[in-house]
């Protein structure tokens, strides 16, 4: 279980902002969605995982996963993200 919340966090340090969306992590990465709910549980020092609401245009919510806040600096220099 470590092994996969190290490469999942590496995944998020790899992009722009920090985060995946779990369609994108089930799709490209081979997670499953209980998967990804069950490191965020089990280590939420590292990862959380929320849903965005659509924007002003509608559209549905996005499930992303990303490193929280308070860890984000620690684990890249990226002083945060803004959601």
Same mark, same amino acid.
């Given at each position: 279980?470590?092994?996969? @919340?190290?490469?999942?966090?590496?995944? *998020?340090?790899?992009?722009?902002?920090?985060?995946?969306?779990?369609?994108?992590?089930?799709?490209?990465?081979?997670?499953? /969605?209980?998967?990804?709910?069950? *490191?965020?549980?089990?280590?939420?020092? /590292?990862?959380?995982?929320?849903?965005?609401?659509?924007? %002003? /245009?509608?559209?549905?919510?996005?499930?992303?996963?990303?490193? %929280?806040?308070? /860890?984000?600096? @620690?684990?890249?220099?990226?002083?945060?993200?803004?959601?």
């Amino acid at each position: 279980m470590q092994t996969r @919340v190290e490469d999942l966090r590496r995944i *998020l340090i790899d992009t722009m902002d920090k985060t995946a969306t779990v369609r994108d992590l089930i799709n490209r990465h081979g997670f499953s /969605k209980q998967e990804l709910e069950c *490191l965020a549980a089990a280590f939420p020092d /590292k990862l959380e995982t929320l849903t965005l609401e659509p924007g %002003p /245009k509608g559209g549905r919510p996005s499930e992303i996963v990303r490193i %929280p806040n308070r /860890k984000l600096e @620690v684990y890249t220099n990226f002083p945060g993200n803004a959601a």
